[in-house]
C-alpha cells in the first residue's frame, strides 16, 4: 500500500550545512548538508531530501559518560583528541560531537582548558564537529565565548541552546560564524517559540538545528518519535518556524537498567542494540543526524540506513 | 579635509574606515578618496573625522597606551557577543573634560554597576585616573585617545556591529541609520572642552539615535541638559536600557511549572473572592512620577492576622509605568496577574475583574509567605516579562473590607469604560480580525478569530485586546488576520480569514464561519464560556455555560459536552462561545438570529439579565426573554417541546435548521 501525500505539502525543510573546508576558510576535510526533505519518509514516495547522517558522540571528561563505552576504549579515553582520532579513522562517522562535560562538575572554572580541547579536536579530525557546552547559566556566556573563538571559520554546531539559556549559544554562533542546537522537552510549541527567540535575537533559520529531546527506547522514546514527526509535518504545511532539520540523540541509551546491569560479557553487543534500534527509528521519524557513544553502533546503522534509503533492487 | 595628503587605512579589519565604509559602500584609503567620499556624504561631519583620526593614527601620531585607538575586529566580535549575550546591556561613550573628578569617577562606576561598556575621550581619562579609578577593557572602561575626537570610534565600533551581526550591507545608509535607533543601546554623555569640529560630529551622532547628554556648558542644539549625577539614568531611560530582574525574593517557588496546579480547600490556607468574599484586579497606567518600581503596600490585616481556613477580602490594584505604556494595554497587562499567581508554588488564582478567586496554600504560609509577597511576585513578574513597555510597577493589596469595597467601585468604573470603548463597534468598520493561537499548548490545530462583534471564545480577549496584545508582542499568539474578500457575508466566511485558519491550524481546517454554527463553525479548544448547541427536535439552540453541572435538553451536561466538542475539532451543530456574544447581533446570524435560542440554564439567564431583555428589543422580539426556558422549566427534550409549542416559541416557526 502506497499514500501519496507529495503533493498536498506546502512547505518544506530548510537545509543546513556543518562544517567548513578551507576554500570557505575552515580547515575540514568536507562539510555535510542536511535537510530538504519535501514529504515524510516511507509513505510510499521515495524518501526526500538528504540523507541522515550520524555523529559519534564523546568527551573530555569520562567520569560522566557511560561505562560501557569507557570499558571498550580503555585508556584512549582519557584523551579526547586521542578519541576522536581513533573514533574517525576506525568507524568513519559523518561527523564528531564533543561534549565538554568537564564543565558540568561543580566548581569548574578551567576555561583556558575548553579553547585547548577544542582547538586539539579540531587538529585530530577532519570531520565536520558539533560541540556541546555547559549547562549552567553562571558558565555560559565564558564557556560559548571560548567554543565560538576556538571554532571560528570552521561552521561549528553549537549546543545546546534551551528556552531559558540561548543568548550565549546564539551570540557564539553570531558572533564566529556557526551554526545551533535548539532543544525543547518533546514539545512542538515550545521548539517553536526557542525559533522564534533566536530569529528575534538576530540568528537566522537556517542556522538552527531542532532538537526535539530523545528518550532512550523503553524510556519515552516514543513521544520522542511522535513530536518529531509533528514537527515534521508542521514544517511540510509551510510551518517556517519549524521547518528545520533535526537531531536525535537518546544519551541515556547506556545508562539504562537494562544495558547497565548486562551481563559482562554481553555489554558491548546490548550497548549496540539499545543505540541502534532507537537510532535507526530517529531516522524514519524524520531526524537528520543520528548520535551514538558505542563506536561498534556506527557500522550497523550506517549499513542499516543505507539499506533503508537505497531503493530496491539497487540502482542509483 | 584639505590638508589630507597620502594613503592611510586602519589595521585588523575588513571593514576598511568603518564608518566611511558603511554609509557610502566604498573603501577609502588615500586622501582622494576621502575627499569624495566627505562630498559624496553631503561633507558629514562623522566621514569628516573617520578620515581625519585614521589619517592621524596611520602616522603613528595616535596616543600612545594605554589609550587603545582604533580596535580591531577580533575585539568587535567578542564585544558583539556581549551584547548579544546580555552580559554588557549598552554602550556608553563619555568625553570632555570633566569640571568635577569625583562626579565623574561616580558616573563611571555607575556605568561600570549597570553592564554599560563604557568608552572615554579626551581629558576625562587623566580625570578619573586622578581620581584614583581604574580604567581599561577589562573594567569595561575603553580609554579610546587623549582628544574628544577620538569618540570617532565609537561610532566605527556601531558600523561594524550593525554590518557583522545585524547583516547591514556596506553603502545602505538608511538601513544602516534604522538599525542603530533601533537596536544599539548607545548613548554619549559630554563634558565640556570640545572643539568646534568635535561638536559638529557629536551632533551627527544623533542621526543614529545616540542621546547626547550634556554635563557642560553646550547650547543652542538639541543636546540634553542634565547633571552629572542623573546622567547615566535619564541616557538608558531614554534608550530603554534596562537592567533586568533575575530572581524574585519571596519564599516561594515562582515558575510556569506550576501554573496548572489547583489548591483543594484542605490545602488551603486562606482564599479570597470567588463569591465568598469581595475581591477585584485592577491595572492602571500611572505617570512615571507615581510610580515608584516594587513598593508593595498591604491595607488592612496581614496573613499572620487572618483565621485559617476563612474567606478574605481582596483588592489587587497594580499601578504601572512605562515610556511605551498606554492606557489601551491596560486590560491585556491586567490578564496577567492570572498567570503570574498562578506561577507560585503555593498561590492559585481563577477568573478575572471582579469575580476572581485566589487562595493560598497552608505549606505556603508556613514556609513564610504573606500577602505582601503575592504583590512581589506580581511586580517582578511584570518586570521580567514586559522589560521594554515597562519601567516602574507598584503593588497594592486591600484586607480591609471596607477598603476594598471602596475601591471596587472605581474598578467597575474602569470595567464599565473598558467595555464601552469596544461596545460600539462593528465588524463592518474593520478589514483586519484578530488570532489567538494562545491554546495550541494543548489544542495544537486550535484558531480562535476575534472581531469587534466576536470576542474570544474564553471571553477575556477581545478585538481590541487582540489589537493590543500583537502591538506589544509582534510573533506572539494574537496576529493580525486581513478579513479579504467576502465568501459568504450571512455565515461570515472571508478568504482572508480562511487562508489564516488554514495555515495556523496546520492545515487542519480550511474552512470557517465567523457566524454559523451549522456550517464551518469554528473550531473550539476547552476554554470556552459557554457552548450552543442545535436542538433538532425543536428547531432552535441551547446554550450553557460552564458553572452549570445539571442535564441540560441535550441529554449531555456541560463537561460532556465540552470532552465532545473541544481539542481544536470543528463540529457542525456545536460551538463554543463567549457570554457575551450571546447580545452580538452576529450570534447565530446564519442561522436566523437570537430567535433561535430556546433553552439556558437560569444562572447565565440571570447573569445576562437586562441586557439580554434589551438586545431582544432591539431585535424586535420583545417579551422574548420569558420565552427561554430555564432548568426548572425543562432539563428534557420532551418538556422543553411541550413548553415551546405552548408559549408559541418563534423558533418553531422558522426555516427548519435540517
Not at chain 2, 453 to 477: H, N, Q, V
Request: proline share 6%; glycine share 10%; net charge negative.
Amino acid at each position: 500500500m502506497t499514500i501519496s501525500t507529495l503533493s498536498d505539502w506546502t512547505g518544506e525543510v530548510g537545509t543546513v550545512t556543518i562544517g567548513a573546508t578551507k576554500a570557505d576558510g575552515g580547515t575540514r576535510s568536507g562539510t555535510v548538508t542536511i535537510g530538504g526533505e519535501r514529504d515524510l519518509a516511507f509513505i510510499g514516495n521515495p524518501p526526500t531530501g538528504n540523507r541522515p547522517l550520524i555523529a559519534y558522540e564523546l568527551c573530555d571528561d569520562p567520569s560522566l559518560w557511560p561505562a560501557p563505552v569507557i570499558r571498550f576504549l580503555g585508556d584512549r579515553a582519557s584523551d579526547p583528541a586521542e578519541w576522536a582520532r581513533f573514533a574517525a579513522g576506525e568507524y568513519r562517522p559523518d561527523l564528531i560531537r564533543l561534549y565538554l562535560t568537564s564543565t558540568r562538575k561543580r566548581g569548574f572554572s578551567a576555561f583556558a582548558a575548553i579553547t585547548t580541547t577544542v582547538e586539539n579536536i579540531l587538529q585530530a579530525t577532519g570531520l565536520p564537529l558539533i560541540i556541546e557546552g555547559s549547562n549552567d547559566p553562571e558558565l555560559d556566556s565564558e564557556v560559548f565565548r571560548r567554543i565560538g573563538e576556538a571554532g571560528e571559520g570552521e561552521r561549528l554546531l553549537i549546543g545546546t541552546a534551551e528556552a531559558g539559556r540561548y543568548r550565549s549559544i546564539a551570540a557564539s554562533a553570531m558572533a564566529f560564524g556557526h551554526l545551533v542546537i535548539a532543544q525543547s522537552p518533546i514539545d512542538i510549541n515550545l521548539a517553536k517559540q526557542l525559533n522564534i527567540l533566536l530569529r528575534e535575537i538576530g540568528l537566522p533559520h537556517d542556522r538552527i538545528v531542532i532538537d526535539p529531546y530523545t528518550g532512550a527506547l523503553g524510556y519515552g522514546f516514543e513521544y520522542s518519535y511522535s513530536v518529531m514527526e509533528r514537527i515534521r509535518t508542521a514544517a511540510l504545511k509551510g510551518d517556517d518556524d519549524l521547518a528545520m532539520p533535526m537531531i536525535s540523540s537518546a544519551i541515556d541509551s547506556l545508562t539504562v537498567k537494562e544495558v547497565r546491569e548486562a551481563d559482562p560479557s554481553a555489554s558491548d553487543r546490548t550497548s549496540v542494540a539499545w543505540e541502534l534500534y532507537a537510532m535507526l527509528p530517529a531516522t524514519v521519524a524524520g531526524a537528520s543526524i543520528v548520535c551514538v557513544r558505542h563506536p561498534s553502533t556506527i557500522q550497523p546503522l550506517k549499513a542499516a540506513i543505507e539499506a533503508l534509503w537505497s531503493p530496491p533492487g539497487g540502482g542509483a | 579635509m584639505e590638508q589630507l595628503s597620502g594613503t592611510f587605512s586602519y589595521e585588523e579589519t575588513a571593514y576598511h574606515l568603518p564608518v566611511t565604509y558603511a554609509l557610502t559602500g566604498t573603501a577609502v584609503h588615500s586622501a582622494d578618496e576621502a575627499r569624495a567620499a566627505f562630498r559624496a556624504t553631503g561633507e558629514s561631519a562623522l566621514v569628516a573625522a573617520e578620515c581625519l583620526t585614521a589619517a592621524t593614527e596611520a602616522a603613528g601620531k595616535g596616543a600612545p597606551p594605554p589609550y587603545t585607538g582604533f580596535l580591531p575586529d577580533a575585539v568587535l566580535r567578542t564585544l558583539g557577543y556581549s551584547l548579544v549575550d546580555g552580559s554588557i546591556l549598552g554602550l556608553a561613550v563619555v568625553a570632555g573634560t570633566p569640571q568635577s573628578p569625583d562626579a565623574a569617577a561616580a558616573l563611571c562606576r555607575e556605568l561600570q554597576e549597570k553592564y554599560m561598556l563604557t568608552f572615554l575621550s579626551g581629558g576625562i581619562v587623566d580625570s578619573l585616573t586622578g581620581a584614583g579609578v581604574k580604567v581599561g577593557p577589562e573594567l569595561r572602561l575603553v580609554p579610546l585617545g587623549d582628544r574628544p575626537s577620538s569618540a570617532i570610534h565609537f561610532i566605527d565600533i556601531i558600523a561594524r556591529v550593525a554590518m557583522m551581526f545585524g547583516g547591514v550591507a556596506p553603502g545602505d545608509a538608511d538601513r544602516l541609520l534604522s538599525y542603530a535607533q533601533e537596536r544599539a543601546k548607545a548613548i554619549a554623555i559630554v563634558f565640556p572642552g570640545l572643539g568646534d569640529d568635535e561638536t559638529a560630529m557629536f551632533d551627527a551622532f544623533r542621526l543614529l539615535g545616540i542621546p547626547i547628554l550634556s554635563a557642560g556648558e553646550y547650547e543652542g542644539n538639541e543636546w540634553i541638559r542634565v547633571s552629572v549625577s542623573e546622567a547615566v539614568r535619564t541616557g538608558m531611560d531614554l534608550k530603554g536600557i534596562k537592567v533586568s530582574v533575575t530572581a524574585i525574593p519571596i519564599p516561594m517557588a515562582c515558575s510556569p511549572a506550576f501554573e496548572g496546579k489547583s489548591i483543594r480547600k484542605e490545602e488551603m490556607f486562606v482564599e479570597f473572592g470567588g463569591g465568598r468574599s469581595p475581591a477585584f484586579e485592577l491595572l492602571r497606567c500611572r505617570p512615571v512620577s507615581e510610580v515608584e518600581d516594587g513598593r508593595i503596600r498591604v491595607i488592612g490585616p496581614e496573613i499572620g492576622e487572618l483565621k485559617a481556613g476563612s474567606a478574605v477580602p481582596l483588592g489587587i490594584i497594580v499601578e504601572v509605568a512605562g515610556k511605551a505604556m498606554k492606557k489601551e494595554y491596560e486590560p491585556v497587562l491586567e490578564r496577567r496577574i492570572h498567570n503570574f499567581v498562578n506561577y507560585g508554588e503555593g498561590t492559585w488564582h481563577v477568573a478575572q475583574r471582579d469575580i476572581i478567586w485566589v487562595r493560598i496554600s497552608k505549606d505556603a504560609v508556613s514556609h513564610g509567605v504573606r500577602i505582601e509577597h503575592l504583590g512581589k511576585l506580581i511586580a517582578a513578574k511584570f518586570r521580567m516579562d514586559f522589560p521594554d513597555l515597562l519601567d516602574a510597577v507598584q503593588v497594592t493589596l486591600i484586607t480591609d473590607e471596607q477598603e476594598v469595597l471602596a475601591a471596587k467601585k472605581e474598578a467597575e468604573r474602569v470595567y464599565e469604560e473598558r467595555d464601552e470603548r469596544i461596545r460600539g463597534m462593528k465588524d463592518t468598520d474593520v478589514d483586519t480580525y484578530y488570532s489567538c493561537t494562545l491554546c495550541q499548548t494543548f489544542a495544537p490545530n486550535h484558531v480562535c478569530i476575534i472581531t469587534p462583534e466576536r470576542p474570544a471564545l474564553c471571553g477575556a480577549i477581545t478585538w481590541l485586546d487582540g489589537k493590543i496584545a500583537y502591538e506589544i508582542s509582534p510573533s506572539g499568539a494574537n496576529q493580525p488576520v486581513p478579513k479579504g474578500r467576502v465568501i459568504d457575508a450571512e455565515r461570515g466566511e472571508f478568504e482572508g480569514v480562511n487562508r489564516f485558519v488554514k495555515k495556523a491550524s496546520h492545515g487542519e481546517v480550511a474552512r470557517c464561519s465567523l457566524y454559523s454554527v451549522m456550517e464551518y463553525p469554528m473550531t473550539c479548544c476547552g476554554c470556552f464560556e459557554c457552548i450552543a448547541v442545535m436542538l433538532p427536535e425543536v428547531n432552535g439552540f441551547m446554550v450553557v455555560n460552564r458553572e452549570y453541572k445539571g442535564d441540560t435538553p441535550s441529554g449531555m451536561s456541560f463537561s460532556t459536552l465540552a470532552g465532545t466538542i473541544g481539542g481544536g475539532a470543528q463540529t457542525p451543530g456545536f460551538a463554543g462561545i463567549s457570554k457575551t456574544f450571546i447580545l452580538s447581533n452576529r450570534f447565530l446570524q446564519a442561522e436566523g438570529g437570537i430567535g433561535r435560542l430556546v433553552w439556558m440554564p437560569a444562572m447565565l439567564k440571570e447573569e445576562l439579565g437586562e441586557r439580554l431583555v434589551r438586545k431582544l428589543t432591539e431585535r424586535g422580539l420583545p417579551g422574548m426573554f420569558d420565552k427561554i426556558a430555564d432548568e426548572k422549566i425543562a432539563v428534557t427534550i420532551e418538556d422543553l417541546t411541550a413548553f415551546l409549542a405552548r408559549i408559541e416559541h418563534p423558533a418553531l416557526a422558522m426555516k427548519p435548521l435540517l
